[in-house]
């Protein structure tokens, strides 16, 4: 499992392209959006509801995006904490998404600290991903450094123009 921080990054450009390298290399690829914003349906929240209560299978919430790579998006964090997504229930996610895939990319922005951390914990490898045009080096230094403060593994930098 791998955890993508991002940093002014507005599409997930890094994740499909490192996806990409992992297909070329014949892996099982998924790449997992963790977004905070509103605007998520009503069907897509109550997919997720039905897949907590064991109505809904995990593969029924993964889509192909339209770089052809599979995705699973959860854009409702802040309604997350209202449902029970305890340890047991991301325990049952990740031996799911084992099971199905050689490679997980988990994608957060580092603005979302609370996130970043608790899934900094579980992932094995940390990639930091940054606009070049709208992150300064200082802010990229500091982010480094709040990374390297939770224990992280980082293995690469990527800067997207």
Known sequence: ???????????????????????????????????????????????????????????????????????????????????????????????ELKQEFDVVLFTSDISNKYYTFVLSQLMQHTIYVASSKKTSINQADLDLKKLEQMNLEIIGMVLIQ
């Open 1 to 95: 499992m791998n955890l993508l921080i991002q940093r002014d990054i507005k599409k997930d450009v890094a994740a499909f392209g490192i996806a990409k390298s992992y297909e070329l290399l014949n892996k099982k690829v998924l790449v997992v959006k963790l977004k905070n914003e509103k605007d998520q349906t009503s069907s897509a929240q109550q997919k997720w509801i039905n897949y907590v209560n064991f109505e809904e299978k995990l593969e029924n919430l993964i889509e192909v995006s339209e770089y052809n790579t599979k995705t699973l998006t959860v854009d409702y964090m802040d309604k997350m904490d209202t449902m029970p997504m305890n340890e047991v229930l991301f325990d049952r996610v990740l031996a």
